[in-house]
């Protein structure tokens, strides 16, 4: 049957070429915004990965890192009275106008405040440049922010020190590091909590406040306990989270509560439908030409189940003979957004196998619809 199905296929070579590339198009519409959808959700909690703690302390009413609210620190420091705790640390956050000396135009940049003495985060860079942070106005810069910043990596290490103005306030680049952009900001900023409070972030709140409280366990192990714990001793006006439910916090923000999650799946359907509506007009076109050597099959005995089964096998190699070239294309387009906006896309075995399912169900759909052509086909009529 798989002989008959190919040899239906490429006796009309340019219909063949036309349907697989009808599902590679489909493809890569459903890769792009499963990559687009990934990017958002995998920017949005990159900092939050790379916390150095095992316990975060939040406001009850933040939702994301746009949208956070602060607490007393008085709460981080009662932490310490536990006998799990090793270390708190607090963390500041903002986002701020940031204009470059060597950039184009202002950029939204975030903005992480923290003290220096303290190791808060696990990024290459910072613990190698955060005692640098003990000057005023000095900063470190994230090497994977937007292009439009203008070239400061290389200037730094040519051995000049560009400056930035964030929020009207001067500072200078004292070192960089890796972390990347997300869809709230073009860029990101890691300096002192003095540095972060002279940037004019002390007019947003009231002495004492902080945005997350970072607490550190003597063992990893007690975790559940720990949180447990705290929960328990600390006052209503703290969250208490564990590292990976502070990451999960924020994508389902961005995946409920906003629109954006909605649209990619959109997005994912259009790419579905477009690739069935180009597979069915293929196979429909294919089965009203061989109408009468279908009928001919079925004077000899053979079945609809058969007959269908031979334009779902057709349906199979245009899903793979489409799928190939849509993911190679697919990759092109990552590589090419990743390299453009900074964004985190890449290709993945789970997304990858998603993606080649999600096509042969659409093009079997397809063939279901186009076969129904031979179930009302009488063979006499087409004699």
């Not at 900063?139 to 051995?159: N, Q, Y």
């Not at 990893?220 to 590292?243: C, G």
């Not at 629109?259 to 259009?270: C, D, E, H, N, T």
Request: charged share 20%; net charge neutral; with cysteine.
């Amino acid at each position: 049957m798989s002989s008959l199905a190919w040899q239906l296929l490429k006796r009309e070579k340019l219909r063949f070429f036309i349907g697989a590339m009808g599902v590679a198009f489909g493809v890569v519409l459903m890769f792009m915004q499963f990559g687009f959808q990934s990017a958002l959700f995998d920017s949005a909690a990159l900092m939050q990965s790379t916390l150095n703690g095992d316990i975060v302390l939040i406001n009850p009413n933040t939702t994301s890192l746009v949208n956070i609210w602060h607490f007393t620190e008085r709460r981080l420091y009662q932490a310490l009275a536990s006998k799990y705790v090793l270390s708190v640390s607090p963390l500041y956050v903002g986002y701020a106008a940031c204009t470059s000396e060597y950039g184009e135009g202002t950029r939204r940049t975030f903005v992480l405040g923290f003290k220096p003495e303290q190791c808060v985060f696990r990024i290459n860079g910072v613990e190698e440049n955060r005692y640098k942070l003990h000057a005023d106005d000095e900063v470190l810069f994230d090497e994977l922010s937007r292009k439009e910043f203008g070239p400061l990596s290389e200037r730094l290490r040519s051995g000049a020190q560009p400056t930035l103005k964030v929020s009207h306030h001067n500072v200078k680049i004292a070192g960089t590091f890796k972390l990347g952009t997300s869809f709230g900001a073009d860029g990101n900023i890691i300096t002192s909590d003095s540095t972060f409070f002279r940037m004019g972030f002390q007019k947003e709140r009231e002495p004492g406040l902080i945005d997350i409280g970072l607490i550190r366990l003597k063992s990893s192990s007690d975790l559940a306990v720990a949180q447990a714990e705290l929960k328990k001793v600390l006052a209503s006006d703290v969250l208490v989270l564990t590292r990976a439910e502070f990451i999960n916090l924020e994508k389902n923000y961005w995946r409920q509560t906003t629109a954006i999650g909605f649209i990619f799946s959109i997005g994912v359907v259009l790419g579905l439908v477009v690739g069935a509506i180009i597979v069915y007009q293929i196979l429909y076109s294919d089965v009203n030409d061989h109408l009468a050597e279908y009928a001919t099959l079925k004077a000899m005995g053979y079945s609809d189940t058969f007959l269908t089964d031979v334009v779902l096998q057709e349906a199979i190699i245009l899903s793979s003979a489409g799928f190939l070239p849509g993911l190679a294309i697919s990759g092109f387009l990552y590589a090419l957004t990743r390299d453009v906006t900074g964004l985190p896309m890449s290709l993945n075995l789970q997304s990858e196998l998603f993606v080649a399912a999600l096509s042969i169900v659409m093009c079997c759909c397809s063939a279901m619809l186009a076969a129904s052509r031979l179930r009302t086909a009488d063979p006499v009529e087409c004699f």
